[in-house]
């Protein structure tokens, strides 16, 4: 069982000690996503913004480990405010329109750089 760390530019440097995803076992498991702009590293303003930019890194991620977001199994989306919701699956429906992955939704006390949002994702490889 091999694990394989992916790393891409075109999404942003991990704020901390931990890789963007590990790809093993026919899997992708993604660290969460925030809506940061890769070429500025700056947050985005909101949280369907930052719902749009934690995605296009997402799918970043994913096309690097030569995946893509049609291979989510599993999503998981972290709120800082759950009134959010909503919002958020406007967003998604714009990233999923049929097959739709499993997900899970929380609201959290708080997330890295005050963020609105945060999605991880386990994807096939």
């Known amino acids: 069982m091999a694990k ?3 790393q891409t530019s075109s999404a942003p440097k991990a704020l901390g000690p931990y890789s963007q995803a590990v790809k093993v076992n026919g899997f992708i498991f993604t660290s969460g996503q925030l809506g940061i702009d890769p070429a500025t590293g700056e947050l985005a303003n909101g949280a369907t913004k930052q719902a749009e930019q934690a995605f296009k890194n997402l799918a970043a991620v994913l096309e690097e480990a030569g995946s893509g977001l049609d ?3 599993k999503a998981t ?3 800082k405010d759950l009134n959010e919701f909503t919002t958020v699956n406007e ?3 714009t ?3 049929s097959d739709f992955p499993a997900r899970s939704a ?4 708080k997330l890295p750089l005050d963020a609105e949002i945060e999605i991880e994702v386990i994807a096939e490889a």
Not at 106 to 109: E, K, L, M, P, T
């Open 106 to 109: 929380f609201q959290v006390a």
């Open 4 to 6: 394989e760390i992916i």
């Open 77 to 79: 989306v972290f709120f």
């Open 95 to 97: 990233f999923f329109s």
């Open 91 to 93: 967003v998604y429906a």
């Open 71 to 73: 291979k989510i199994v």
